[in-house]
Nanobody, 124 residues
Framework: QVQLHESGGGLVQAGGSLRLSCAASGRDLSTYFMGWFRQAPGKEREFVATISYNGGDTYYPDSVRGRFAVSRDNVKNTVYLQMNSLKPEDTAVYYC?????????????????WGQGTQVTVSS
């Protein structure tokens, strides 16, 4: 059973930065896609970023492209999300997730395991 544990969330002012980390245990995830989604109150879970198993490919929606960067360390079984130029609309619970066979990078249904989430709050 894969377990994912996010950390690094918190309160930051608009324009600031945060770095989220997600440590995985229970399985070697070096052949999995790893990614991040977020969910704000009253909204659906939204795709934020995904990285391929070897880090060669990354995927972002337009809303975060150029501000967020996903990376991974397969030795540590960890994925990171560097978030810069944060905006109040980035406020949400951020979830780490993994997928063995990624059918649709933007669909939560394509992912196999999820963390419990970490809160990110951006004040204006």
């Amino acid at each position: 059973q894969v377990q994912l544990h996010e950390s690094g969330g918190g309160l930051v002012q608009a324009g600031g930065s945060l770095r989220l980390s997600c440590a995985a245990s229970g399985r070697d995830l070096s052949t999995y896609f790893m990614g991040w989604f977020r969910q704000a109150p009253g909204k659906e879970r939204e795709f934020v970023a995904t990285i391929s198993y070897n880090g060669g490919d990354t995927y972002y929606p337009d809303s975060v492209r150029g501000r967020f960067a996903v990376s991974r360390d397969n030795v540590k079984n960890t994925v990171y999300l560097q978030m810069n130029s944060l905006k109040p609309e980035d406020t949400a619970v951020y979830y780490c997730t993994v997928s063995r066979v990624l059918a649709d990078v933007r669909s939560p249904a394509s992912y196999d395991y999820w963390g419990q989430g970490t809160q990110v709050t951006v004040s204006s």
